[in-house]
């Protein structure tokens, strides 16, 4: 039955994130940005009410969430701040991986650590991130793999414990490697000043690291139905933050035209002004659907679920650029200096969706599956 | 929960709708816009067997017949009603439009008629010949501002007399009956205005013209004329006591708006099949015409994967609108962002759709007339700019602001 309706455990679940994201997230968003990292009392708060460990698996003492529930969450937490999420330490994207591979020994045996809250760095050479420029590379051994190169930035690198690696070898098949010793990696500070500041953003170096055979996590097709899996996953959890700042900057938009005064009266009576809120009402209420209804064909493992995510995630992107310039445009001056948060929310917004996949991308995949029909098409 | 599974009635409306647009109406869309008209016999047969366009049906739901004692089904009907209307509209807008029924003149006698005046009206729609309900708000000098119409009605005993003229009425000539929204005095603004149910044949009531148009051709869209048109007091749209028991609350312009929530996610659903029947065929012709790679291959790639999204978006919602009215919640500011997006993103797919197919489009393919067909759905029920302005009060309500 179509519904729209969340549970009851939902709704309460729902109310700690967004009561969590008004109160503890919002106000420490600057100072965070400021330090560059997300405050450690506010990390550790966020494990200890268990918003760190949604989509772990249960054998890992993780909630094992569903989809569904999930993005309801991210979307109330990242109302405080995207920058702050997207900070938080821990297993981060790899933890899709993790929930996919939760008895593979290598990982298992570290389960503790990592489920504990030991940071994963999660580097994904395919999936459409990686452009022309791309300068790591995985050298397929007879006894195991080289890496060789520096990585695209990533997000908490500089705190990494371990690092998951995914992508084409040397010979263009998929591998997954694992690596659990941060000495094998440098971090490549770099010059960040867009947006997604307190996340940690870095890059990896790596100088013929050796890849042994008992930390490769995957190969081959294998390799390929993982990483299909897991990259859905991560879209549809990634865009469920980025509905989650849209909500704040449309909600933060809306209170100041309705309060700010000019020729007279309040500046949403003019309708140049509450047009452009209802447009972006209306964007911010497309990709929210388009997230859920991504998640319940995730959940549902139906065949199109890949699709519905690359769908969600370039819907999200755009709407995303949209509703945080918007915001910035209707406070008109006041959205370019920092005594408002609506200029770092577009800062953070534009870095986001440079991180998780290019728009054109996501775009002509989801037409690839729709012109070859679900089942047809390879993974990228 | 969230879901965006039928459930199994759902499902089975969607499956026999599809049936009959793909099989009864696809067949005769062509011909009809040539035609510029349904053919009478085809009409007559699809009112024999049980079709109608009745939008006020889809706000019953199955909780009517429930029993006390059972516990209580959710109602659905708003939900199915979108449903239904998406797959009818794939087959053909303008000849799904065309269906015997009340159409859009159902909601505001199902929401506001007496029982007395629903058993009237409503009852007509029987297999023996098709009849129609039809929907009079527009004027020449009232479009958009609902509430500045002209049309007069003047008490006189036992009665009304209505003087004024009415544009872009749906099937208004063949029309068993029209809802006429008229004001007893303009002074009053939105309370003077009040609803009548003008029957065809009523002295003074007249069809001036049919309109010529763009798109929807084999749809009646007529022109009425009412010159000292003596409507009886039973007629009046819940009747005296309506109005009185509302007081000076703009009751006749509550009619009007009110239907709006039930009728504009049901029009989203009809700009939606008109995408989807776009898309769908561009999309064969892609994957049958189109090389598998190059530029062409991923021209095509975005702007059907763009075309896919935005009717997802769009469909999504329309599913939110009708969710919304068959729980009973208010449901205005859904209603109009589905009716705002699936009105113009239907257009934008259209036009992508016959930028994919190229010249050869223009030479008698569905597309370009579904383009033609679909531009009236981002400005009837509400323009775009209405929708907007609906949305946007909505948005500032907490904050008591009037856009």
């Known amino acids: ?380 | 929960m969230i879901s965006f599974e039928l459930s199994e009635q759902q499902q089975q409306i969607k499956e026999m709708t599809h049936w009959f647009a793909e099989n009864e109406i696809r067949p005769i869309a062509l011909e009809a816009d040539k035609m510029e008209k349904v053919p009478d016999d085809w009409l007559d047969k699809v009112n024999k067997m049980g079709i109608h366009l009745n939008t006020s049906s889809f706000s019953g739901g199955a909780s009517s017949s429930s029993s006390g004692k059972k516990a209580k089904k959710e109602r659905e009907g708003n939900r199915m009603g979108v449903l239904a209307t998406e797959e009818m509209a794939w087959g053909d807008p303008a000849v799904t439009l065309s269906l015997p029924g009340a159409g859009l003149g159902g909601p505001p006698v199902e929401s506001s008629g007496t029982p007395e005046q629903k058993e009237r009206f409503l009852s007509i729609f029987q297999n023996d010949q098709p009849r129609w309900g039809a929907y009079a708000l527009t004027e020449p000098d009232a479009g958009s501002d609902a509430s500045a119409i002209h049309t007069t009605a003047t008490k006189v005993d036992g009665g009304y007399i209505l003087n004024g003229q009415k544009i872009f009425i749906t099937n208004g000539a063949r029309a068993s009956w029209v809802v006429v929204f008229a004001t007893v005095d303009s002074s009053l603004g939105r309370a003077g205005q009040r609803a009548f149910v003008v029957e065809k044949g009523t002295a003074g009531f007249s069809c001036s013209r049919l309109a010529q148009k763009m798109g929807l051709r084999a749809n009646e869209t007529a022109e009425l004329v009412f010159e000292d048109c003596f409507v009886p007091q039973e007629n009046l749209l819940g009747g005296e006591g309506l109005y009185e028991m509302n007081g000076s609350k703009p009751s006749g312009f509550q009619v009007a708006m009110k239907t709006f929530d039930s009728t504009r996610p049901i029009v989203a659903a009809m700009a939606i099949g008109i995408a989807r029947a776009a898309y769908e065929y561009t999309l064969d012709i892609v994957k049958h015409d189109y090389p598998k790679q190059g530029d062409f291959f991923r021209m095509a790639s975005e702007i059907l994967g763009e075309a896919e999204q935005n009717i997802a978006a769009a469909r999504l919602l329309t599913w939110e609108a009708a969710w919304k009215a068959d729980l009973g919640m208010a449901n205005a500011k859904e209603a109009a962002m589905c009716k705002a997006y699936a009105g113009k993103t239907g257009l934008d797919v259209c036009a992508k759709c016959l930028e994919l197919l190229g010249p050869t489009g223009l030479d008698g393919q569905l597309v370009e007339k579904l383009y033609r067909d679909v531009k009236v759905f981002d400005i009837f029920e509400g323009t775009n700019e209405i929708q907007h302005l609906v949305i946007a009060r909505r948005q500032y309500a907490p904050y008591n602001i009037r856009v």
């Open chain 1, 1 to 380: 039955m179509i519904s729209f309706q969340p549970t009851e455990d939902e709704i309460s679940f729902i109310k700690v994130a967004k009561d969590f994201a008004k109160n503890r997230i919002r106000p420490l968003a600057r100072a965070c940005e400021k330090r560059r990292a997300v405050d450690k009392t506010l990390d550790d708060e966020a494990a200890e009410l268990g918003f760190l460990s949604l989509e772990l698996p249960e054998s890992w003492e993780g909630l094992e969430l569903s989809s569904i529930t999930q993005v309801q969450l991210m979307q109330a937490l990242s109302y405080g701040d995207l920058d702050i999420i997207q900070g938080f330490q821990g297993a981060g994207d790899a933890a899709s991986l993790f929930r996919l591979l939760p008895d593979i020994p290598i990982l298992k045996n570290n389960k503790e650590d990592l489920a504990g809250g030991a940071t994963t760095a999660l580097l994904d050479l395919g999936n459409g991130v990686e452009g022309p420029g791309k300068q790591l590379n995985i050298h397929r051994r007879q006894d195991g793999y080289i890496l060789q190169g520096l990585s695209h930035p990533v997000r908490m690198a500089p705190s990494a414990d371990y690092a998951m690696i995914a992508g084409d070898d040397s010979h263009g098949k998929s591998v997954i490697l694992w690596l659990d010793n941060s000495a094998d990696w440098t971090i490549q500070q770099g010059d960040y000043r867009l947006g997604l500041l307190a996340s940690g953003l870095g890059r990896l170096s790596f100088e013929r690291v050796k890849v042994p055979a008992t930390h490769v996590l995957a190969e081959g097709e294998a390799a390929d139905d993982i990483l299909r899996e897991a990259r859905t996953r991560i879209r549809i959890l990634q865009a469920a933050k980025e509905t989650g700042l849209m909500e704040a900057a449309l909600d933060y938009a809306t209170e100041y035209t309705a309060e700010r005064k000019a020729f007279g009266r309040e500046i949403a009576a003019f309708q140049g002004v509450s047009f452009r809120v209802a447009s972006m009402a209306l964007e911010t209420r497309i990709a929210n659907h388009l997230v859920l209804e991504a998640a319940a064909g995730m959940d549902n493992q139906e065949p199109a679920a890949e699709r519905l995510s690359l769908r969600a995630m370039h819907r999200a992107h755009r709407s995303l650029r949209y509703v945080t310039d918007s915001a910035v445009q209707l406070l008109g001056g006041h959205g370019f200096v920092q005594d408002f948060p609506a200029e770092k929310w577009m800062r953070d917004a534009q870095a986001q969706v440079m991180l998780y996949g290019r728009e054109n991308d996501l775009l002509a995949r989801s037409g690839d599956h729709l012109i070859a029909g679900e089942k047809e098409v390879t993974v990228t």
